[in-house]
């Protein structure tokens, strides 16, 4: 079993920047492919980043250059996002999936986290 926290959420201007943190409580050593997804209402929930237990990383399209996902010793994970545009304004999750490969899916991630919401106004 895994639990998932997110932080760091806000209000911030189009061109600044947010740090995203999801703290990972699991009592299990497996390793997890790890990732960042994002939701508006009315649309389906798509894939930002992912990270795998080699800390190899995927990303969007839309964020790459602009977000950057990376993982502490304890294993808790984060989201640098620099340059954000109000395009980016959504509710931001932090998944586990406990399966095989490592893809920004949200049907192959196992374990969710409550969320965090950004907001980039222009």
């Known amino acids: 079993q895994v639990h998932l926290a997110e932080s760091g959420g806000g209000s911030v201007q189009a061109g600044g920047s947010l740090r995203l943190a999801c703290e990972v409580s699991t009592k299990t050593r497996s390793e997890y492919c790890m990732g960042w997804f994002r939701q508006v209402p009315g649309k389906e929930r798509e894939g930002v980043a992912v990270?795998?237990?080699?800390?190899?990383t995927k990303y969007a399209d839309s964020v790459k250059g602009r977000f950057t996902i990376s993982k502490d010793s304890a294993k808790n994970l984060y989201l640098d996002m620099n340059r954000l545009k109000p395009e980016d304004t959504a509710m931001y999750y932090c998944?586990?999936?406990?399966?095989?490969?490592?893809?920004?899916?949200?049907?192959?991630?196992?374990?969710w986290g409550q969320g965090t919401l950004v907001t980039v106004v222009s």
């Open positions: 998944a586990a999936d406990a399966g095989w490969g490592c893809a920004p899916a949200p049907t192959d991630f196992d374990y």
């Open positions: 990270t795998d237990f080699d800390n190899s």
